[in-house]
């Protein structure tokens, strides 16, 4: 069992940047990919990007690559989402997951999830 908990969610001005992190409890953090989903009203929950265990290699959707940068602490049991260049579509509530599935995966191969925060890009 891993217990996710988020943080960091607010209120960012479109072009600006913010910063997510999501921290594990219980289980070892280190033996599960971690992934960062998001949802915005009335859509589905998507993959934003996955980190491998031991953070060497990393994964994006094309909405996101080149502005979102993914990374772990495995020390501090800790994923972070570093969000750059918003855009107003990036408006959704984020959340961390864990998986032992490697890839842009669906939502339904996630283990455990955090409660997730909201993320809102004003233009």
């Known amino acids: 069992q891993v217990q996710l908990v988020e943080s960091g969610g607010g209120l960012v001005q479109a072009g600006g940047s913010h910063g997510l992190s999501c921290a594990a409890s219980g289980r070892a953090f280190d033996s599960y990919i971690m992934t960062w989903f998001r949802q915005a009203p009335g859509k589905e929950r998507e993959i934003v990007a996955t980190?491998?265990?031991?953070?060497?290699?990393?994964n994006y959707a094309d909405s996101v690559k080149g502005r979102f940068t993914i990374s772990r602490d495995n020390a501090k049991n800790t994923v972070y989402l570093q969000m750059n260049s918003l855009k107003s579509e990036d408006t959704a509530v984020y959340y961390c997951?864990?998986?032992?599935?490697?890839?842009?995966?669906?939502?339904?191969?996630?283990?455990?999830w955090g409660q997730g925060t909201q993320v809102t890009v004003s233009s």
């Open positions: 997951g864990a998986t032992g599935t490697w890839g842009m995966i669906p939502p339904r191969t996630v283990l455990y």
């Open positions: 980190i491998s265990r031991t953070g060497g290699a990393t």
